[in-house]
């Protein structure tokens, strides 16, 4: 394989087939949909941290936005060396949008984490405020999965990474001199 090869291979890697590419972001809507209507049914149900609902509902639908502007056709990868300004116009929001995300991301660890444990009880006569254990645990948990993601992720790539070095790439049209 020549370098002229393999440089044009790294540029435009192989796509997964259509219908594996439409199922993925259709489960990648899932989660989404699930922030946005959990953060609205339990709107005033955490006077504890009441940055949680709203928390949820902004992720919700600018991670919904943008597994659906991921399907627009100026989102795709060009397929010649001219460049869209269109693409650049839909990279420039893609990346101001995911940045946002990242903060607003940040900002949601500290709303939740800051109360872990919340009093569950609406009725409790603790002068502590309460949080809806269904709101807050839905919020925990999307959160710690997004670090559990990353870390195997992480790990993944690791391990990919030492399999590399380990094996060692040989190519068989290469004759070393």
């Known amino acids: ?11 435009r ?6 219908p594996a590419l439409g199922c993925s972001k259709l489960l ?3 989660l989404p949909i699930a922030q946005i209507a959990i953060g609205v049914v339990h709107l ?3 006077p504890r941290q009441h940055y949680i609902p709203i928390y949820l509902i902004v992720v919700g639908v600018f991670g919904l936005l943008l597994a659906v502007l991921s399907c627009l056709p100026c989102a795709q990868e060009p397929t010649d060396d001219t460049t869209n300004p269109l693409s650049r116009v839909c990279a420039t929001w893609n990346s101001i949008t995911s940045f946002f995300l990242f903060c607003w991301f940040i900002a949601g660890n500290v709303w939740i984490y800051s109360i872990y444990q919340p009093n569950y009880d609406k009725n ?3 002068t502590d405020p309460y949080c809806d254990k269904t709101l807050y ?5 999307t959160t710690t999965l997004v670090y559990i993601l990353f870390g195997l992720s992480l790990i993944g790539c690791c391990c990919t ?3 590399v070095c380990l094996c060692g790439r040989v190519d068989p049209d290469v004759v070393d001199v």
């Open 124 to 126: 409790s006569t603790d």
């Open 1 to 11: 394989m020549s370098n002229t090869v393999l440089i044009q291979h790294i540029r």
């Open 137 to 141: 645990l839905f919020a925990f948990w």
């Open 13 to 18: 890697p192989p796509q997964p087939p259509a």
């Open 28 to 30: 990648m809507c899932i």
């Open 161 to 163: 990474i030492c399999c």
């Open 44 to 46: 005033d149900n955490c």
